[in-house]
C-alpha cells in the first residue's frame, strides 16, 4: 500500500446497513452450490404463505428483472400497445425495463406524496398504452384503487410496484396481491435485504409468465458470493470496495434468483413483522421531534405507511440544506432521493411540474431497524440542533447548567407576557 493513501471517512450512521446477524454471515459465507440449491423453493413457498399469495411467484435476480419480464409477456400479448406510463420521480430501475425491451416510456408527474395518482395519469391512459406502473414510495401506498378502475375501463394492465413497500397491507390484503400483476425487491435497503433478488407476482397469464420465465439466465455463484462479500466489507468492516467490483453490486442482468440469495432471505423473512415494527417505531420518534422544529416541511401522509423509508419534503430549500447539513456535520448519512426521469434522459418531453418543484429539496433519513439507541439519539440531537421548538437555536456545546438557564429564563418570559395581560 501507498504511504499516500488514506483511510476511507465513513459516516457515524449509515443510512443503509443490513440487518444480517450469524446466521447471514454463516449462511453467505459457506454456501456451497451442491446442497443448498431448493432454498428458491422453499422461499417461494413461504412467501406464497405469508402474503397469501393466489398467483404466479416467479423468483428474479432483482425487482428490474421482473418488471422486464412482466414487459416481455405483456408485448408479445398485445403488439398493438407500445407505451408503459411510469411516474417521473422514481428510481431508474423503473425506467431501464421499458427501453430494454423496446416499450416507450410515458413519464407522468406526482402528487404530494410523490406517487403516482389518478389526476397525474389520467390523460396519459390511452389506447396504445401496454401497462402502467404503481409504485407505493418509500412505503406509502398509492391511489391504486382508482387508477386499476381507471386502467381497466381501457384494458390497461396495472403493474404494482412494492419493491419499497414489502408488507404493507390494508383491510383487503396485502399489497402486491390483488392487481393484475406486482414486483418485489430484496436489494439493499429493502424490507428484506439480500444481495439482490427479486419476485413477479401475476394474477394473469398464468401459462405465458412461466413459459417466458424459462428464458432467464443463471446468476454466477463467484460474483454472486464476490456481492456478498462486498456488503460485508463496505458496510460491517467499513472498507471501501474497488470500483470495477462496485458494478457487481447494481449489474442487472435477464437471471433468476441466486439461492445464496435466497438462503439469505430465508433466515429473514419470518422476522419481517419485526423489521416493520422497528421502522415505524424509529420514523415515529424522529417525526415527533421534527414536528417540535418548526421547519416547513410535509410527510407522506399515509396511516398504513410501512416505512421503508422517511422522506421529508420541504417547501423552504434554505431549511432543507440546512438539515442535511446538520447531518453530516454530526456524522449522520442523509439519502438523496430522485431527479425527475424526464430531465435526464434526453429527448424524452413531459410536463411535471410538482416533481420539478420538489425533487431538490427531497431527503430521507436514516430509520433502519438495527439502529442503535445512540444512533437514534443522535439523529435526534441533529434535528433538535436545526431549530429550537421556540425558534432558538440552541448550542450544541450547552452544559446541563446551561440548559437549565436556559428553561428558567423561557418561563421567565412567559410570567412576564401573562402579567402583561
Known sequence: MSSNATTPSFPKVTFIKPYWGIKEFFGGTFYRDVGDNNSIEILTKKFRNKLNIKG??????????????????????????????????????????????GLTPVLVDVGKDLNITPSTAKDYLTTEVLAVLVPHLSGCKAEIENLAKMAKEKNIIIIEDVCQALGGRNSTGFWGTQYDMAIFSFGMGKNLMATAGGFLVSNVFE?????????????????????????????????????????????????????????????????????????????????????????????????????????????????????????????????????????????????????????????????????????????????????????LKPSSKQTGGQARLHKIFTRLKRKTKKKKH
Request: proline content about 5%; overall charge positive; hydrophobic content about 35%.
Open 207 to 391: 401459462k405465458e409468465i412461466p413459459d417466458e420465465a424459462k428464458n432467464l439466465g443463471d446468476e454466477n455463484t463467484d460474483t454472486v458470493k464476490k456481492r456478498f462479500e462486498n456488503v460485508v466489507s463496505k458496510y460491517f468492516l467499513k472498507k471501501d470496495i474497488e470500483f470495477e467490483t462496485r458494478n457487481i453490486m447494481s449489474s442487472y442482468k435477464y437471471n433468476k434468483m441466486h439461492p445464496l440469495d435466497a438462503k439469505l432471505l430465508l433466515i429473514q423473512i419470518n422476522r419481517l413483522e419485526n423489521i416493520l415494527q422497528k421502522r415505524r417505531s424509529n420514523a415515529e420518534k424522529i417525526i415527533k421531534e421534527l414536528k417540535k422544529t418548526g421547519l416547513k416541511f410535509n410527510l407522506q401522509e399515509d396511516m398504513n405507511n410501512v416505512y421503508t423509508k422517511l422522506s421529508l419534503i420541504f417547501e423552504d430549500a434554505n431549511e432543507c440544506s440546512e438539515l442535511k447539513s446538520c447531518f453530516h456535520k454530526m456524522g449522520i448519512e442523509p439519502e438523496e432521493m430522485y431527479a425527475p426521469l424526464h430531465l435526464s434522459n434526453a429527448g424524452l418531453k413531459s410536463s411535471c411540474p410538482y416533481s420539478e418543484k420538489v425533487y431538490k429539496n427531497v431527503f430521507n433519513i436514516p430509520i433502519r431497524p438495527n439502529l442503535k439507541n445512540k444512533e437514534l439519539n443522535m439523529i435526534l440531537k441533529a434535528i433538535l440542533n436545526v431549530k429550537g421548538s421556540n425558534g
Open 56 to 101: 404466479t411467484i416467479i423468483p428474479t435476480s432483482s425487482g428490474r428483472t421482473a418488471f422486464e419480464l412482466a414487459l416481455r409477456v405483456l408485448k408479445n400479448k398485445y403488439p398493438e400497445r407500445n407505451k408503459v406510463v411510469i411516474p417521473t420521480y422514481g428510481c431508474k430501475g423503473t425506467f431501464d425495463p421499458i427501453i430494454k425491451t
